[in-house]
Structure formats: C-alpha cells, structure tokens
C-alpha cells in the first residue's frame, strides 16, 4: 500500500512539474505586443505612438489617425513629417503630460496630410521625432471610409463657390459703395 501511494505522488509530481516547466521554455503569449487594429505602433522615448493610420477618400488628401501616449511628467512637443510631391512637410502636435493625446478625432488635436498620393491599402511613411531624440519611421496604412468606424474620419474637400450668373445681365456688388464719400475735418 505505502508503495501504491508513493507511486501515485511521483506521477503527480511529474505531471505538476512537467505542466509547469512550458512557461520556462515558451514566452507567454499575452505578454507579447501586437498591434490588434488596423494601424501600426511604435515607442519613442517616453511616448508610445499607437494605431497609427491614415484615412483618405481621393488618394491626395488624408487625416493623420493616432493616439500617443506620454509617460513623462511634461508636455512634449511631436513633430510629424511625411514627404509630400513636392517636398517635406513638417508639423507640430503638444502632447500632455501623463496622458494620452489623440490625434485625428474630433476635439483633438489634427494633423492634416496634403499631396499623399498613396491609395487605399498601401502603406506611407511617416515619421515622429520629438526633442534630441533619433526619431522613428513608421510605415502608416493608409484606408478609406468604407468602414463606419470611419466614415466620420475621413477628411471632406473644402466646397468651392462657383458664382452664378445670368447670360446677359450685369450684376453689381451689393456692399461697394456707389459715390465716393468726401474727406472731413474732425472739429476743434
């Protein structure tokens, strides 16, 4: 009997210990980092720049969509740069102190991009630099407004007023004055 209970506490033990050992050898899954929405991440100093997208409906112009996180005790100012057709643009975003700054929402920050040319599904660099730090290069997906959780992102061409008339007849501006007024003397 006390030779059937001894057996049965070393099988136990080798199955305790042999369920317990493939954390020494396997990383945890859940302590690995991904990026589990459609944009991309990146660390900087003490900001965590993450989900990073670009939302477009033309291919030209975009709107920059990100959070970034500073985990330092003072503001920090981001600078943003992507390469235009032209050239290098540059632009500049205060994130706070001990919180999160979004980017691309409505009331927050924006960082509007220009002469993209980059469409739909295709990846754009973009980089973060802030202070004296050797900033990163992030290759940001660009998406349209297809789906609803971005719809509302997307940014809207500017309307253009294109004047109306009447062939044959003249207008007149209705605010320019039709005599021009005398100079006065102010009295004494």
């Not at 057996?7 to 050898?25: D, M």
């Not at 220009?114 to 900033?135: C, K």
């Not at 940014?155 to 006065?184: C, F, L, R």
């Amino acid at each position: 009997m006390r030779a059937r209970t001894m057996a049965t506490v070393v099988v136990a033990a080798g199955i305790l210990l042999g369920t317990t050992g493939c954390n020494l050898y396997a990383p945890q899954a859940t302590t690995i980092h991904y990026d589990a929405s459609d944009g991309v991440s990146g660390n900087l100093g003490d900001l965590a720049i993450r989900n990073a997208i670009l939302l477009t409906d033309d291919g030209e112009n975009a709107n920059l969509l990100v959070h970034v996180v500073n985990k330092s005790a003072k503001s920090v100012n981001l600078l943003v740069q992507y390469e235009g057709t032209d050239e290098k643009v540059t632009q500049r975003v205060t994130i706070d102190p001990n919180a999160t700054t979004e980017i691309g929402v409505p009331g927050g920050e924006n960082v509007g991009v220009q002469s993209l040319n980059a469409s739909a599904g295709s990846l754009f660099p973009v980089f973060f630099q802030y202070g004296d730090l050797t900033g990163i290069e992030l290759l940001v997906p660009v998406l349209d407004g297809t789906l609803d959780a971005y719809s509302t992102l997307v940014p809207t061409p500017t309307p253009t007023v294109v004047p109306t008339s009447t062939p044959g007849v003249t207008e007149t501006p209705t605010d320019a004055p039709t005599t021009t007024p005398e100079p006065t003397t102010a009295p004494e």
